[in-house]
């Protein structure tokens, strides 16, 4: 499951940064997911929860910041968002691949004890 191995890679980089900061506890963490990630939410979450479990990041709340997709139309200079898989600029109708956003999964932040 590709979740897990997310999940894992996440706890890891969270266990490192609390260490790092002398924490106990992770009692929350953040994370950014794009709509484009290929990544299930309720599936990362899951993974994450079991993940942590007899770690200091037992029991976290597991908070996800969704990232609609952006893309950037090199003729308006300007970023749309992309609506239903549609990669065409609202303003001129130009076809835009120059995804800007929306692939992202990242641990964004945490709050420690
Ligand atoms: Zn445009």
């Not at 994450?48 to 770690?55: I, K």
């Not at 709340?61 to 200079?77: K, L, M």
């Not at 999964?105 to 420690?112: G, K, N, R, T, Y």
Request: hydrophobic letters at 40%; charged letters at 25%.
């Amino acid at each position: 499951m590709h979740e897990l191995g997310l999940a894992q890679e996440t706890l890891a980089i969270a266990l490192d940064e609390a260490r790092r900061q002398g924490a106990r506890r992770i009692l929350c963490m953040r994370l950014r997911i794009g709509d484009l990630s290929g990544v299930v939410v309720e599936a990362l979450r899951f993974a994450l929860e079991t993940v942590a479990e007899n770690t200091p990041a037992a029991g976290a709340r597991i908070e996800v910041d969704r990232v609609v997709p952006a893309c950037y139309c090199n003729q308006c200079r300007c970023e749309f968002e992309v609506q239903a898989h549609s990669y065409i600029c609202p303003r001129c109708g130009d076809i835009s691949l120059d995804l800007r956003r929306g692939r992202e999964m990242d641990l964004i932040s945490m709050e420690v004890v």
